[in-house]
């Protein structure tokens, strides 16, 4: 994974616990020999996954809760370091930002080339509801799509509902969210 994503864990660890925390947790992971991430530079995914094992251990918090806070940070984290522009240009609402997320997966591979992103696709149920197709190269991170997705209904004032219906890592084949959505709230509460 890329840098940008340990940095963005980093932050998050730094912004809701402390500087000390985090640096418990880097050494508890085996990476106090790293002074910072490079958020352009890639490094082994056993990064990041020790990073979120050292975590569980140091916060005594389960892996789902850990990943689910950590999608929902990035939405707002990505957005705070650059790439809000880029987040603009996907949609104006959630069902049509995820309509075109691997679009714009795309476009950040351009800049990214060792990016290996997750594939998404919409099915739309009716007109506040939709079925998510998740598939990744990368096990375990179904939960932070469930944050990212709350994390999107904050960004466009929508009120989320997500049940996670399949389970690669009970044998389907890829992970799909059900998702129920209502943009008409006047006194959206983020």
């Not at 930002?97 to 739309?124: I, K, T, Y």
Request: contains cysteine; proline residues 3%.
């Amino acid at each position: 994974m890329y840098g940008l994503v340990n940095k963005a864990i980093q932050d998050m660890i730094c912004k809701y616990h402390s500087e000390e925390i985090w640096e418990t947790i880097k050494q508890k992971a085996g990476l106090e020999d790293i002074d910072f991430f490079i958020g352009m530079d890639g490094y082994s995914d056993d990064v990041t996954y020790r990073l979120v094992e050292a975590a569980c251990e140091v916060l005594n918090m389960q892996a789902d809760e850990i990943l689910q806070a950590f999608g929902e940070y990035w939405v707002t984290y990505t957005a705070e370091e650059g790439y809000g522009d880029l987040l603009a240009s996907a949609g104006n609402s959630l069902p049509e930002f995820l309509d075109n997320l691997d679009q714009l997966h795309a476009r950040v591979g351009l800049s990214l080339p060792e990016l290996r992103p997750p594939s998404f696709g919409c099915e739309h149920t009716s007109e506040k509801s939709m079925k998510l197709n998740y598939q990744s190269t990368r096990q375990g991170l179904s939960p932070m799509v469930i944050g990212l997705l709350h994390g999107l209904g904050k960004r466009f004032q929508t009120k989320v509902n997500v049940t996670q219906t399949s389970f690669r890592q009970q044998g389907a084949s890829h992970d799909i969210f059900s998702i129920a959505y209502d943009d008409s709230c006047e006194n959206y509460d983020t």
